[in-house]
């Protein structure tokens, strides 16, 4: 027997940023740390997987495990192995790689 999601398992880059504003929609609190974790890395150019986890030390951000499974896809944990870390290095590239929503995911007041 073939199950739907061996058909429709998506890359959580297909539809990235529309996860980010879905998870956030209720919890500006929690929005406001993601997006100051992306004005950091924005700031710091060549950033690693190593910057974010020491980032992170200092920097808590809670939910990250719920926030990367939603945007993973994950609805059911089977196993705790999961680089959490790395999986927000990835992110966090991806939206500072994207310029055309620069204005969107940021805390700081641009120029016009």
């Keep these: 027997m073939k199950y739907l999601k061996e058909y429709i398992k998506e890359s959580f880059e297909d539809n990235l940023f529309w996860k980010i ?3 956030f929609v209720r ?3 929690e929005k406001k740390l993601f997006i100051d ?3 950091y890395f924005r700031d710091h150019p060549g950033f690693n997987k190593k910057n974010v ?3 992170l030390e200092n920097n808590k951000f809670d939910k990250l495990d ?3 499974d939603f945007i993973d896809d994950i609805v059911q ?3 705790d192995e999961r680089d959490y870390n790395y999986i927000l ?3 966090i590239k991806k939206v500072i790689d ?3 929503l620069e204005r969107k995911y940021t805390n700081k007041k641009l120029e016009s």
Aim: charged share 40%; no cysteine.
């Design 98 to 100: 994207n310029k055309n």
């Design 89 to 91: 290095y990835l992110v």
């Design 66 to 68: 719920k926030f990367i």
């Design 21 to 23: 504003d879905k998870y």
């Design 37 to 39: 974790i992306i004005d």
């Design 27 to 29: 919890n500006n609190e």
């Design 53 to 55: 986890e020491e980032y």
């Design 77 to 79: 944990k089977n196993n």
